[in-house]
């Protein structure tokens, strides 16, 4: 404090956000318990454009659709200030099958038959749920996709940006930890230019009704 400023500004606090589909959010992080998958990907996220400072995305991010990842992630680039920094923690295909090459069992979790391919099959499919596989060079090229800067990997527990955007890392053998940075303020519609190609997807397991998604370039 000095005579010149009697009330100096204080720092702002960080804003984190969390999603894992499955976890609730740690104390200090706001989290979007309410959304599931499916319901992130259909309603987007309930902030105003540039909230939050940090986000993080849990291992549940395997299981948002292939073909909806580059839009849910430009979702969360949408919500993040210029600056910020997204960590993306998805379980990893590459170790999967660098485990199953090299007949590691304490790897997997389930061992329910004695054919090492059932066990490959249940790590990969998260125990028979249909899911994205995703591995650290797929994870940091849908982040560029998605207008993301600088995606890298980095090593479980160890983040780049900040040390609280580790803290919600788990599963660190099962697991790769990409983080990147918003570079660039979030585009007016008029900046978006042409979407991409529509993708065509059944909208329920009774094919009774198709969605129609696109995404436009961010």
Known sequence: MSADNPHPRRSK???????????????GWRGLEDRGPEELVREGIPLP?????????????????HWDLVELLEEFRRVLVVGGTIRVAAYDMEATLAAYDSAR?????????????GALGAQLLESGAVRTLLAPDLVAELLRRAGFDDATVRPFGISAADPKLAGPDRLGEHCCFVEAHNAVPWPDTGERGRPSAPHLALADSDGRSYRIIWTGPA
């Open 49 to 65: 454009t540039g909230a939050i400072d940090q986000v993080y995305l849990g291992p549940a991010v395997g299981r948002v659709p």
């Open 13 to 27: 606090a960080a804003t984190r956000l969390f999603w894992d589909g499955v976890r609730s959010a740690p104390p």
């Open 105 to 117: 069992d304490d790897f997997f979790w389930e061992h329910w038959v004695d054919a090492p391919a």
